[in-house]
Each structure stands twice: as C-alpha cells, then as structure tokens.
C-alpha cells in the first residue's frame, strides 16, 4: 500500500461511499420529500450510472491510494438491480472493508445474497418504532414492521452487530428515541441518533429542529446510566457510549454542534461518476468521463489524488444561518 493520500490538513483517505443509484423508495423529509421527488422526478437513464465494472475499477483504485472501507449507499441501494453481483465483485479486492447503508424495505429477502456475497456488515435508518411517525418521517405506506424483519434477516445472516441510525427531528419522532433505545439495549445492535443536518437544498433544515446529542445522551442517560467509550479508529464519526449494566452499545453523530470536519476522512462518490470530497459538496470532480475516455489507472489516480490533496472542506465547522442556504448536492445523489 501506498503512502496515504492526504489533504492539506492532512487529513487521509481511508472511507470511500458509493452511491449505486439515484433512486430510493422512501420519499423522506430529510433527504427526498416528495414535493420535489414525486411520480414525475426524472431520474438518472442507467447508461448515466457506473457500470458494476467501473465501479470495481475505480474502488481498486481508490484502495490503493489507501482507502479501508467502502461503503454502498443511494439512494436506496438495494434498488440496485443484481447487487450481489457487485457486493462479490468488491468483496474480491484484497483488504477493503466492505458495508452497505439502507432503509431496510428490501432488506429482508436480499440480506443473506448479500452477506454470501461478501458482504460485511450493514447499516439499516430506522427513524421510529411507531407507524404514523416513520411514516412522517419517510412518506411511505408500510410499515415499521417491514424494517424490523430485514433487521432480523441482516442478523441471522451474519451481518452482525447491525447499526441502526435515527435522524432525530424535535418537532417529528423526538418522543420516539426512548423507544428505539429500549428496543435494541440487549440485542448487541448498535442504536445511533443523528442530529438533522441541512443536506441538499430541498429538506427544510431549521436550527430549532435540531436535538443537540447532549440533549439525547441526558434523555437517555436518565432512563438507563450510560457512560463514553474510546472510539474504534481515528476519524470515527459516532460518539460512542455504553449503557453501564451491560446491555451494549449507543452511539450519537453530532455533525451540527460538534463537527468532526477536522478528521473527516471520506470521499463520496455518486451514481453518474462524480468525486465529492465533502457532504456539502456542490460540483464534484467527474471521475465517469475520464474513465470511458481510455485513461489508465495511474491517470485516474492522480485525479484522485490531486482532488483530495486540494481539498480544503469545512462546511460543518462553518456552518451559519447564511451558508445553510447555499447550494449543495443532494443527499439522495450523493449518499450519507
């Protein structure tokens, strides 16, 4: 491996997520409402997205400018036609640290494909244990049991500890996240709460929507004594906390009060080809057309290479009632 790629705060590329589709079948208020995603939206036409092959072509390379971990998001990645297809194909280079985030409506009958493709571990959003709010939350018809079983499926195939994500948004499902913390303490998952971020232009961030982690570590710590834990990697963005009687793991990402910009080690890259050096990205550097133009390997690296090494992301720690408003890409494009 090769020296690691580092930008000029010399932050490393360790963690690459690639978005495998545009298309998600839940229409959340967090990154696709449905007044700008509906029936109507058009999507990117399949010759737009990356090849399975070029996808595998570019995570190879990427993992030799030192990447550990790729993640599969979306959209809703399982959307993706054949994906286990791909999950095996990723899963055969050496090293690489290879995991999926979804919604979990499909998660129940594609959980063990995936795990024997190679899968090996996986992350499910679940926003709310009660029906009506998931459903606020995610604008879809069925419900929260649907989740549960592709967690259960996940589990039985292997893909163990699964990590759940809330995104917690005061005046929706904040009531809910006792609930969702007392449902998984003793099952050995992973219940993580988000703070509601201004992804994507199209989501109505508000600040007093907001619930500071420290808001949710007392909340919970009052209902069951809880107590920090050293992170697992240098960059790691969860704050990690365990409940004192045993009964697991908790973790709080809390990327507007306490961003973690000066350690962040990821790069995203969409569903058309395009290399977002930040969440908050707007233009991204297209990585698609050099790629289908004949360049080598050593070419598309040092592309890689010279969009990180220029890289000078902030956003988070930035952030300001004027900056929110700016134009940026979309999560459902980009992936979380």
Known sequence: MAEPLVDRFQRPLRDLRISVTDRCNFRCTYCMPKEVFGAN?????????????????????????????????????????????????????PGLDLTLTTNGSTLESQAAPLAAAGLKRITVSLDSLDDEVFGKMNDVEFKVARVLAGIEAASAAGLRPVKLNCVVKRSVNLGGVLDLAAHFRGTGHVMRFIEFMDVGNTNGWRMDEVVPSRELIAKIGAAWPIEPVDANYPGEVAERWRFKDGAG???????????????????????????????????GTDLRGPARAGVSDAQLAEVVSNAWRARDDRYSELRTAQTAGLPKIEMSFIGG
Request: proline share 1%.
């Open 41 to 93: 939206y058009a999507f990117m036409e399949r010759s737009e997205l990356l090849s399975f092959e070029e996808i595998t072509r570019l995570a190879r390379i990427f993992r030799g400018l030192g990447v550990e971990k790729v993640r599969l998001t979306g959209g809703e990645p399982t959307l993706r036609r054949d994906l286990d297809i791909l999950v095996r194909m990723l899963a055969e280079i």
């Open 249 to 283: 793991e908790i973790g709080f990402i809390s990327s507007v009060t306490q961003a973690f910009c000066r350690t962040c080690n990821r790069a995203r890259l969409s569903a058309n080809g395009r290399l977002f050096t930040c969440l908050f990205g707007v233009h």
